[in-house]
């Protein structure tokens, strides 16, 4: 079975202002299905669709038109979620509780048994490092540590799903070993991994399988196969792919 | 119930931490504190000063405390992106809101419960009042703030504006305590259209004539179905508020 399938997913925002509507497509037509066990990245640009994809899938967006299926149930399902650890790309916590609350608060609102709470939160907070930041609110944590905080609450409930939105942007070299380490970890439990990138060298350490994305449409799904020991492949494939469309120019070195 | 319960939780904790709030309740005892002083002035009725002075001071800042505190409620969560977590994990948004609200509720109560004791005491000085009539005085203004911040939670959603809903809780606010006023006019209008929207808009805004206890303090007592009566509205009224609150948070996209 798989466990994500975009089907023709798109999805465009509208906004009005002063009776002037204008649209931008976010995603469009979407077709991809990632079985279980699989980490697949999704590489593109900025506005190239990616976290686009990954709000349909958390339904924290609508889809226009298609559906987004999470281990065989039409998003949004709140049951699913329970299935599912969410890791955005910045620590978006509650500030004003310690690492140990937020993540009691998060391992209740994912149906974990309050008997349990306490114990995985310790653990968890153990694992990502932070044990001994346990009872310090969040407002005085590094921003490393409330990327590892983040990571904890995605993956308290032991979820079969992990999506991670740019897990490794702004982080320092030790730290983005650190994510790569892990994601590879949750490949070895037979989780399925979906996460996005800029990272092309990171993309291809860590992936089964990947799908680049520009302009809000998927211009190609390459399997390892097709970059393991290719130096070069899969940037230059990816740079073939992509053209941008944010209206940035190139930067003129003359 | 068991989400409700977290999200209730981790809101009050919110609260109690929430610096404005806390400076907001310093400010009531302050308060009623020179209340004391001034209440001197009045030499034959100072007992009668105190008392209104202090339930009018409780109930006023109880207000704004409840306006400001549920306005920025779910706003702010949107802003900080901390409802992309919550929402992420298998969490109604009825509960969310439900469990944010009561939280809210719970939290100013507790603030006025505080202000009151003190108030209480304070009122033995005078030879004290009786219980029963304080209690009632005060569960009245309790009510009135409990509709105001389910009124207020609505508009923040509804209007995605935090001056905007604050303004027009003022409005509400102040329209609230001229019901019979408005529905007088609307017997008195000649024209069929303006009866109808002024009738419809005294029903729709709170009605506070429900809640007028102390007017009746040195008078005849309301009997036990006027009590009963202002326990219905304010169910009745923060449940179509929060009702309607829901429906509009069903539709936003984060």
């Known amino acids: ?254 | 119930m068991r989400t409700i319960q977290a999200v209730f939780a981790y809101t009050v904790k919110e609260h109690l931490r929430h610096k404005a709030w806390l400076s907001a309740a310093l400010f009531g005892f302050v308060l009623l504190a020179g209340g004391l002083v001034v209440s001197a002035i009045a030499q034959d009725e100072r007992a009668r000063f105190m008392l209104d002075l202090g339930l009018s001071a409780n109930e006023i800042i109880a207000l704004v405390s409840m306006i400001f505190l549920t306005v920025h409620l779910i706003l702010q969560e949107v802003e900080s992106r901390a409802v992309y977590l919550i929402l992420s994990h298998p969490v109604r948004r009825s509960d969310y809101l439900l469990g944010r609200f009561l939280g809210t509720l719970l939290s100013v109560g507790g603030a006025m419960a505080l202000m009151g004791l003190a108030h209480w005491l304070v009122l033995q000085l005078f030879g004290g009042v009786p219980l029963g009539k304080y209690l009632t005085a005060w569960a009245c203004s309790f009510g009135k703030t409990a509709v105001m911040g389910a009124l207020s939670l609505l508009l923040s959603l509804a209007l995605t504006s935090e001056a905007a809903a604050m303004a027009f809780a003022v409005f509400f606010w102040i329209l609230g305590h001229f019901s019979a006023e408005m529905r007088f006019l609307a017997e008195r209008s000649g024209n069929a259209a303006i009866k109808t929207a002024i009738t419809a808009f005294s029903h729709a805004a709170p009605d506070f004539a429900h809640f007028n206890f102390r007017d009746h303090w040195h008078g005849t007592q309301p009997g036990e179905a006027w009590i009963l009566w202002a326990g219905v509205y304010v169910v009745g009224y923060c449940a179509a508020c929060l009702a309607l609150s829901v429906q509009v948070f069903e539709q936003k996209e984060f």
């Open chain 1, 1 to 254: 079975m798989n466990a994500i399938s975009f089907r023709g997913a798109g999805k465009t925002y509208r906004r009005s202002h002063l009776g002037k509507t204008t649209e931008t497509v976010g995603l469009s037509g979407l077709d991809l299905e990632i079985p279980q066990g699989e980490v697949f990245g999704l590489l593109g640009l900025n506005g190239s669709g990616k976290t686009t994809a990954i709000k349909l899938l958390m339904g924290l967006h609508f889809p226009t038109y298609g559906e987004v299926e999470v281990l065989g149930h039409v998003m949004p399902e709140i049951d699913v979620l329970a299935r599912i650890g969410y890791a955005p790309e910045a620590a978006y916590l509650n500030r004003s509780l310690t690492g140990r609350e937020n993540l009691n608060l998060f391992a209740a609102l994912s149906r974990i048994p309050a008997a349990e709470r306490e114990e995985r939160s310790r653990s968890m907070l153990a694992k990502v490092g932070l044990a001994h930041a346990a009872d310090k609110r969040l407002s005085e944590y590094s921003k490393g540590m409330l990327q590892r905080a983040s990571l904890a609450q995605a993956l308290i409930h032991e979820p079969e799903i992990v999506v991670l939105d740019e897990p490794v942007t702004g982080l320092d070299p030790l730290a983005i070993k650190e994510v790569r380490a892990l994601i590879l970890w949750l490949k070895s439990k037979g989780k399925t991994v979906l996460f996005s990138s800029h990272d092309i060298s990171e993309v291809e350490r860590v992936c089964d399988r990947i799908g680049i994305l520009s302009g809000g449409k998927l211009v190609k799904v390459m399997s390892q196969a097709e970059w393991r020991g290719k130096p070069d492949a899969l940037e230059n494939a990816f740079a073939e792919s992509v053209s941008r469309t944010d209206g940035v120019g190139e930067i003129k070195l003359d």
